[in-house]
């Protein structure tokens, strides 16, 4: 991640304590005592999370399967490409190919990794693991018992499209979709 | 974000009670007991942020500038644009030419708005707006006392290959190069 060649051991920060603050079924919560490097010490709250896997899965028409679900953070329904939180231990793309089953009831014969990212990496310890999902079949969605969602297919030129007039609020949804156009592009 | 035309009622969670976790200095954590639309219920954890700001600057040659800090619930050093939390209340475009000039000693004569991210919707309400700001004008660095970070430039064509190339894994970092060469492209 860093450049080996420029030193920032000045940036580091050690943990001097740990005080657990809330153990949720989805996020884990700490309050941590560091030290800088000038000595000095402050505190840092962390949301501990498993990771998650999110899935571009691209029709052989050129489409992506779209899921639209209530996020209860924001009020609001969202339109984002399948995903799904790791269980612990679990391979990502092991993870990847459940979720789009369950989701979506799909497979997919080729499954390429494009790469992760940090959502918010100021006080979240998550992950999230891209893949793009080619040569897809079709049989049926099996979602989680208190898991309500609607799939959709939308040809990749509109979710390009919509991606930069922001309409797709989802950071993930977002990187997904321009990294493919942006390898596409740089293809062609 | 939804579809005017396309009812998504059956999709919603009311909430029926709200106990409060943890109040910090940055996020607030809450649990929720909620009524899916099947009467059933289920329990949030939700993660209150009061979002925050990024801004991909970019001087009259082409290059970004971007900050190198330690982030702690990751234990490693990121590559990221300048960015910053919204005071509550505070506009947007306010906090981001703040952050500028806190973190970069830039000013922009040039500041446009981008979009924003839900970074991780499913648990958390942060949003993240991105502006892009140009025309730049460098003054001095004055960080928070808590702050530690070093500011680099880069040619823009090189930071869009790092995306690709996975080199820099936050998602608003990501979404802000990605977004900026799509719309350079499609410009061109």
Do not use: W
């Amino acid at each position: 991640m860093t450049n080996p060649k420029i030193n920032t051991d000045h940036l580091n920060e050690t943990t001097l304590s740990s005080e657990s603050i809330f153990n949720g079924k989805i996020i884990h919560v700490e309050r941590d005592t560091i030290q800088l490097e000038d000595k000095s010490q402050a505190f840092r709250e962390v949301v501990r999370h498993p990771g998650g896997v999110c899935i571009l899965a691209v029709t052989d028409q050129e489409e992506i399967l779209l899921v639209k679900q209530f996020r209860y953070p924001h009020q609001t329904v969202t339109t984002e490409i399948p995903a799904g939180k790791l269980e612990y231990g679990e391979d990502p793309e092991t993870c990847g190919k459940r979720e789009l089953l369950e989701e979506c009831g799909c497979t997919a014969n080729s499954f390429t990794y494009l790469g992760n990212l940090f959502p918010t990496p100021a006080y979240c310890s998550e992950v999230i693991h891209i893949y793009l999902a080619k040569d897809l079949v079709f049989s049926k969605q099996s979602l989680d018992s208190d898991e309500f969602l609607d799939v959709e297919r939308m040809p990749f030129g509109t979710a390009f499209e919509k991606v930069l007039e922001n309409q797709f609020p989802d950071a993930k949804t977002q990187i997904a979709i321009l990294k493919y156009a942006a390898m596409k592009n740089q293809a062609s």
